[in-house]
């Protein structure tokens, strides 16, 4: 399924926007995600909707993940006929980035509940609220399609920024004169290699006037004589009438160009992005804390934005009451086999796990009597802690000894 699509009718401001600054006046009709021309503008949105789209989103009960939850499989695996999960998330946060909003309608049962989540393309979705009516209404008009209204319920409505809480506002909008001055560094350099004039040397012949094809003639036979890997480090032989200068090429103007990441980083901010995942690099900072700086500056603001409207719109009331949805982000909490299995060692050590638990989280079978859960002795009620210091400074028997504590150490 393409992201965009050509239209013949008049384009809403996002997309005026979204043309005027990636794709330029020329950019008229285009037909999907590789008509970003912008590198860094690609690996942003690429980076963020990818990442989102491969996190689980989990559904809550009382704050217990329900593992075998209709509501997840829905969201996660299969949202419709047509794509998977994987593919709807990652359509809505795309056109979210790009066109500061995305939809998706919510087709239920004769009861309410969700049964199918079919992505809405932003051309053809109008949301308006109605004059002196505390009221949204969603307009759809599909291509070949009969119109329909359409219930702000059964509305997906993802916006990561809006000054109304209707309207979405694309990051695109602060970043044209960043997106222009990178787009002219490079067809700087474009242009250098492609027009300019690059010369290994200079044969001067003097004392007379050539034409061009004596000029040719004693190019070629020249570079027949000294160029090539077979003519390395041999000695030119030039006639009386020769000389023969070597030039340099100026590559001060292709340092600055190449060496310049101010709209790269001004890209970065923009979309909320650590630097180094648009390839600046990132000095004194281990990947652990990356991912972490990452998720907690970045990542869970999206999350926050994506779940709330879920919640919102998915789980009425009193569903909402107990369900809730929420992000899975153990993937980027644990980075690396060795935190992952501290984790695991220190939850299970803690009574927080049991083994089975433990044993799950590497996919390993459940075995028999694997459900009990171990604590260390050396802990005592908290309320007891002033009687055991009394006891202790009078060299008095612990109370409670014999339940385990103090007495065990």
Same mark, same amino acid.
């Given at each position: 399924m393409a992201f965009f699509r050509s239209m013949d009718k008049q384009q809403s401001l996002a997309e005026k926007q979204f043309n005027e600054i990636i794709l330029g006046v020329d950019g008229l009709s285009y037909t999907s995600v590789n008509a970003i021309k912008n590198s860094d503008v690609f690996t %942003?949105? !690429?980076?963020?909707?990818?990442?989102?789209?491969?996190?689980?989103?989990?559904v809550t009960q009382n704050g217990i993940e329900e593992k075998d939850s209709d509501l997840f499989r829905l969201i996660n695996e299969k949202p419709n006929e047509y794509y998977s999960g994987y593919f709807f998330k990652y359509i809505l946060v795309a056109n979210a980035l790009i066109n500061g909003q995305s939809y998706a309608e919510i087709i239920r049962d004769k009861e309410g509940n969700p049964l199918e989540l079919i992505h809405l393309l932003n051309s053809e979705v109008y949301v308006e609220q109605l004059e002196d009516r505390n009221e949204i209404l969603y307009r759809y008009y599909p291509s070949g399609g009969k119109e329909r209204t359409? +219930?702000?319920?059964?509305?997906?409505?993802? +916006?990561?920024?809006?000054?109304?809480?209707?309207?979405?506002?694309?990051?695109?909008?602060?970043? +044209?004169?960043?997106? !222009?001055? #990178?787009?002219?560094?490079?067809?700087?350099v474009t242009d250098f290699f492609r027009k300019g004039t690059n010369l290994s040397g200079i044969v001067n012949v003097k004392k007379g006037l050539l034409s061009p094809e004596a000029k040719d003639n004693i190019r070629k036979e020249f570079e027949k004589a000294n160029s090539g890997s077979k003519n390395q480090q041999q000695v030119a032989v030039l006639s009386d009438n020769e000389e023969f200068t070597p030039v340099e090429i100026?590559?001060?103007v292709l340092e600055i160009v190449n060496n310049y990441t101010h709209s790269t980083r001004q890209i970065a901010k923009v979309?909320?992005?650590? %630097?180094?995942?648009?390839?600046?690099?990132?000095?004194?900072?281990?990947?652990? #804390? %990356?991912?972490?700086?990452?998720?907690?500056n970045t990542l869970s603001n999206y999350f926050t934005a994506i779940a709330s409207e879920l919640n919102f719109k998915m789980l009425p009331y009193p569903l909402n009451l107990a369900k809730k949805f929420q992000f899975d982000t153990r993937r980027f909490r644990e980075t690396d086999a060795r935190t992952k299995r501290e984790n695991v060692i220190a939850l299970l050590q803690n009574g927080i796990f049991s083994l089975n638990n433990a044993l799950a989280e590497y996919g390993f079978s459940p075995i028999p009597n694997g459900d009990s859960r171990y604590m260390s002795l050396n802990y005592v009620n908290i309320d007891l802690m002033d009687e055991i210091q009394k006891a202790k400074a009078k060299s008095l028997p612990i109370p409670s000894a014999s339940e385990g504590g103090e007495g065990n150490v």
């Open positions: %942003a949105v !690429q980076t963020l909707a990818s990442d989102i789209a491969a996190s689980p989103i989990m359409l +219930k702000p319920e059964n509305i997906i409505h993802l +916006k990561f920024f809006s000054l109304d809480g209707i309207t979405g506002i694309g990051p695109l909008s602060s970043l +044209k004169h960043e997106v !222009q001055s #990178q787009e002219a560094g490079k067809r700087l100026n590559t001060k979309f909320g992005l650590p %630097a180094h995942k648009l390839g600046i690099e990132q000095v004194n900072t281990s990947l652990e #804390q %990356a991912n972490l700086d990452y998720l907690t």
